[in-house]
T-cell receptor, first 110, second 116 residues
Framework: LAKTTQPISMDSYEGQEVNITCSHN???????ITWYQQFPSQGPRFIIQ???TKVTNEVASLFIPADRKSSTLSLPRVSLSDTAVYYC???????????FGRGTSLIVHP | GAGVSQSPRYKVTKRGQDVALRCDPI?????LYWYRQALGQGPEFLTY????????KSGLPNDRFSAERPEGSISTLTIQRTEQRDSAMYRC??????????????FGPGTRLLVL
């Protein structure tokens, strides 16, 4: 399975754009990149998933370069309620075991 | 609609006792996963079911841990002869299909287990 590396913590301020980069150097051809968000005292919640290039939904954008060895989750204009832990996962196509790392703890300040 | 539910939400037990944790997945979801999450860590995979069949139990720490999903819906994670190191948040998740690569997993609120 591809190992992921992401910053342990990040700080931002309300209204700013936040970019969290995850590296996954040994990603395989049939691996997908998935990001989850977890608020304190809650279970993780799916944010976005992609395979290559750019994916955008109502919550975030996911940028994946051509070599797919990294990915960047972009949160536009964060608010205090975006304070959470963000997990980057690489899941093997046809697999069933997502592997969560420690995630990135994002704190948004007023 | 109803999400994934787990019960009890909190369980305090004495060392040596058996505990049973219940997960009620979203109706119609094929796959059900159990995770354990320590404070400050991401969820750690324990076991996984497709319908009633346990597909993988490689993440179960030892033979004191077992899980079942007899009718392909509700699942129970049982820990026998609990030890203090079993204290953690136990989370359940379900998804529509059989593989995790393109399918969202929906997590329940978890059961906080404390073994005294």
């Amino acid at each position: 399975l591809a190992k992921t590396t992401q910053p342990i913590s990040m700080d931002s301020y309300e209204g700013q754009e936040v970019n969290i980069t995850c590296s996954h150097n040994n990603i395989a051809t049939n691996d997908y990149i998935t990001w989850y968000q977890q608020f304190p005292s809650q279970g993780p919640r799916f944010i976005i998933q992609g395979y290559k290039t750019k994916v955008t939904n109502e919550v975030a954008s996911l940028f994946i370069p051509a070599d797919r060895k990294s990915s960047t989750l972009s949160l536009p204009r964060v608010s205090l309620s975006d304070t959470a832990v963000y997990y980057c996962l690489v899941v093997r196509g046809g697999s069933y075991i997502p592997t969560f790392g420690r995630g990135t703890s994002l704190i948004v300040h007023p | 609609g109803a999400g994934v539910s787990q019960s009890p939400r909190y369980k305090v037990t004495k060392r040596g006792q058996d505990v049973a944790l219940r997960c009620d997945p979203i109706s119609g979801h094929v796959s059900l996963y159990w995770y354990r999450q320590a404070l400050g860590q991401g969820p750690e995979f324990l076991t996984y079911f497709n319908y009633e069949a346990q597909q993988d139990k490689s993440g179960l720490p030892n033979d004191r841990f077992s899980a079942e999903r007899p009718e392909g819906s509700i699942s129970t994670l049982t820990i026998q002869r609990t030890e203090q190191r079993d204290s953690a948040m136990y989370r359940c998740a379900s998804s529509v299909s059989r593989t995790a690569d393109q399918e969202t997993q929906y997590f329940g609120p978890g059961t906080r287990l404390l073994v005294l």
